[in-house]
């Protein structure tokens, strides 16, 4: 119980005694005594006390102490605080997020430490802390479980957790600034000691931040403490460099070139239509069903996008399976949106559904064996049908290097077409902020354009 009522006596000193200085305070009606070799020590300890008695603080009756050394000795370890926040999130994260707070968290959690003596290797300890302390499974009776209550992990390993749980600091140390700034300093290196990349240290730095968060949410600590250090993260630049974005008639050619691959080749050019043509994610493409597709003998179709499919890990997904089967990105679980698709894309997928058909489920597009169509075989496509199109000077550079960039392209296309950007942002399931910032250029063309066609008609109206 805690109490204001405390009484704190001078010091005694008992001759003949190892530790002859006894210092001597009541909580309540509890007496409370520690002894000290030197009375320096006993003289130190008791202006502590004093000093935790004119801040009014209460006192513990049981142990005696301040309530802020009892938070302090009652504070768990950041190592246990971080599988704690782990276990909070995994139920409702998807299986990319987890992999990430994993991966931050791995990264962080060995910097604060009370000291390196005895540390085991950098990557032995980070595979611990990442495959084994913040990663959860599904136990046998359906529940989320910590991996090392599943499995045993091989000695090096074991020993790794084994340092850590003894060296972490508590939770409460990070309100010293000294230790958020070693935190952040990880955070901003790989394990090679070299810099990161501006959006590697950009996407750990949340995670981090809302992992303490949950420590104030815990009351373990009062406020969230980053705010104590002089520390920005790095710039990041999201606006695509356009000099590596193909055209509309080199895209054009680099679809047509898939199909030039042999029989995945022929396959996968209905996919690499889709990303451009129709602007979708990769992981969209994937989840594609032909249900989804409407797809006249003439004219405009429309794709109703509502499946993404990323490629994660089976380690961190709910089905054990190497992909994850989620909502659109940043949309609700049920949203949809639906992409009106021009006649070459249409044509292409009526040739795919007639020459190849559709998976057991109605996929469009799957893997040679007919699972899930991984990111591994389009790339290699890709890479092929770019080797097959591109000089050899443009195939040095990073132009249309990932599929990726068929989407940057179609986006573009729409844009200097004279669309909306409110309306490509739709179709493209982008925010209008989102799109801003990442086609500036191309936007910033299309205002000029603009202005000198506003220009014109006043112009024109002057000289009626």
């Known amino acids: 119980m805690l109490t204001y009522d405390v009484q704190i006596w001078g010091i005694r000193k008992r001759p003949d005694r190892p530790k002859p200085y006894m210092l001597r305070w009541r909580v309540g009606t509890q007496p409370h005594s520690k002894s000290y070799a030197l009375k320096a020590q006993a003289d130190g300890r008791r202006a502590e006390l004093l000093a935790a008695l004119r801040n009014r603080e209460q006192f513990d009756t049981a142990t005696g102490l301040p309530s802020s050394e009892l938070h302090e000795l009652q504070s768990p370890s950041w ?14 994260a998807s299986a990319k997020h987890r992999a990430s707070i994993a991966d931050a968290l791995a990264t962080v959690t060995p910097a604060l430490v009370t000291d390196t003596r005895g540390a085991p290797k950098p990557r032995v300890l980070r595979t611990a802390l990442y495959a084994w302390a913040f990663r959860l499974h599904l136990g046998t009776e359906e529940q989320w479980r910590p991996r090392l209550e599943i499995e045993t992990p091989s000695e090096d390993i074991q020993a790794a957790l ?43 730095v949340p995670v981090f931040s809302n992992a303490l968060r949950y420590a104030v949410e815990r009351e373990l600590l009062v406020k969230v403490p980053l705010d104590k250090v002089d520390w920005k993260a790095p710039e990041v630049d999201d606006e695509i460099d356009f000099r590596y974005v193909p055209g509309a008639a080199l895209a054009k050619r680099l679809v047509v070139g898939v199909a030039e691959q042999g029989n995945r080749g022929r396959h996968l050019k209905g996919f ?13 493409a994937t989840a594609l069903m032909l249900s989804d597709c409407t797809l006249p003998e003439t004219g405009w179709g429309e794709l109703v996008l509502a499946r993404s499919t990323p490629r994660v890990g089976s380690a961190w997904t709910d089905t054990g399976k190497s992909f994850d089967s989620r909502g659109l990105k940043r949309r609700a679980r049920n949203a949809t949106r ?18 190849f058909g559709v998976a057991e489920d109605g996929r469009l597009f799957r893997a040679a064996q007919g699972g899930h169509l991984l990111s591994k075989e389009y790339g290699d496509i890709w890479r092929a049908a770019r080797l097959t199109v591109l000089t050899e000077g443009e195939a040095a550079t990073p132009l249309a290097e990932k599929p990726y960039s068929l989407r940057h392209a179609g986006v573009s296309l729409w844009l200097m ?8 942002a739709r179709r493209a399931g982008h925010s209008i902020a989102v ?3 990442f086609y500036a250029k191309v936007i910033h063309g299309l205002q000029q354009q603009a202005n000198e066609q506003i220009e014109r008609a006043l112009t024109e109206a002057s000289e009626d």
Request: proline letters at 7%; glycine letters at 4%; charged letters at 25%.
């Open 417 to 424: 077409s004279g669309v909306a950007p409110a309306e490509v």
């Open 79 to 92: 190592y246990e605080h971080a599988r704690a926040y782990v276990t909070m999130k995994w139920p409702t």
């Open 162 to 204: 084994d340092w850590i749980a003894r060296k972490s600091v508590k939770v409460t140390d990070l309100d010293k600034p000294s230790f958020v700034r070693s935190a952040l300093q990880a955070l901003s290196l790989k394990l090679d000691g070299k810099a990161a990349a501006a959006n590697t240290v950009n996407r750990k």
């Open 435 to 437: 799109l801003f910032r």
């Open 338 to 355: 639906s992409v009106p698709i021009p006649p070459v894309l249409v044509r292409m997928l009526r040739e795919h559904t007639a020459e």
């Open 272 to 284: 690499f239509g889709c990303l451009y043509y129709a602007a979708a994610r990769p992981a969209e």
